[in-house]
């Protein structure tokens, strides 16, 4: 038997709770994983509260992101003692997920841990580590170096926003770090952030175009937001959009676009190919600093998972959120 976080539905409602279940009660897939850490993302808050109607099927174990050790595999590409991590692919979604002592998982889900990484680093990093990581992959693809001007991050305190910071600053870029938390302020400059804008200010409708301010920008909010972010992008500049905590809307124009040449590049880290996602993970272990990785995360149980699933669709989070099912 084993401990895991599971959803129902009553009377049309979502209800979390801890569950005792057996291994034959774990959906059959190839590989067997004993789970060391999980980790808690936006989307796991609308999973687990039941917002957005993202689960398709009950009973769900939630959990978009594990890190653990192989211990049963049909499949040759594993074998018990590897250690894994699994992120994105709709686990957690329409697959059970990483709230939970053990998962059964796809063979082709899986990406062996990189040398030089443990469970607890992974899931520090998790989706939102990846996602931002994606994201600075995709600024330097669109020619977007140290020398070209300041980045913007939107959404700065969060997971994918507070990693984002840490791995430019790392990097060597100026960084302008948009947030709505003045709290943060002394922990955005501590992650590298040298510029602070208030998201009360970069919420305000543009005009189509604006002053130009940003070499690239790393959008975690969307919505009106993203607009003003693509109104002020200097000539050339690419902006990589991942989130929609301000809205899924963008109220723009086409003029960014066709005189300033800007890029908007959607950064997806759900489907994102093996390939790529071995590259970013690579990337993470060299571009990321450990030192603030310990500064943006924090640890909670499965019975905390529901109430924090809450907050962090209040914004009430700061940084990264390891879940510990054991
Ligand atoms: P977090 O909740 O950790 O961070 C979001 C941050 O956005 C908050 O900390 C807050 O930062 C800011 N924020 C919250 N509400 C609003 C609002 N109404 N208007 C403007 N800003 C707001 O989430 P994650 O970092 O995990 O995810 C960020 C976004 O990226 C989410 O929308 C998520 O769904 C998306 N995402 C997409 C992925 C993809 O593959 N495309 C993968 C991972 C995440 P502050 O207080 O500093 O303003």
Known sequence: MFNALVLEQEEGKTIAAVQSLNLTDLPEEDVLVEVTYSSLNYKDGLTVTGTLGLVSTFPMVPGIDLAGVVKESASEKFSPGDQVILTGWGVGENHWGGYSQYARVKPEWLVKMPTGMDAKMAMSIGTAGLTSMLCVMALEEGGITPDKGTILVTGASGGVGSLAVSILHKLGYQVAAVTGRESSHAYLEELGANELLSRETMAQAPNPLESPRWAGAIDTVGSTMLSRVLAET???????????????????????????????????????????????????????????????????????????AADILAGKIRGRTLVDPN
């Open 234 to 308: 200097d000539y050339r500049g690419v902006v990589a959009a991942c989130g929609l905590a301000g809205g899924l809307d963008l109220p723009s124009t086409v003029m960014p676009f066709i005189l300033r040449n800007v890029r908007l590049q959607g950064i997806d880290s759900v489907m994102c190919p093996v390939s790529v996602r071995m590259e970013a993970w690579t990337r993470l272990l060299s571009d990321l600093p450990p030192a603030a990785l310990g500064d943006v995360t924090h640890v909670i149980g499965l019975s905390e998972v529901p109430q924090t």
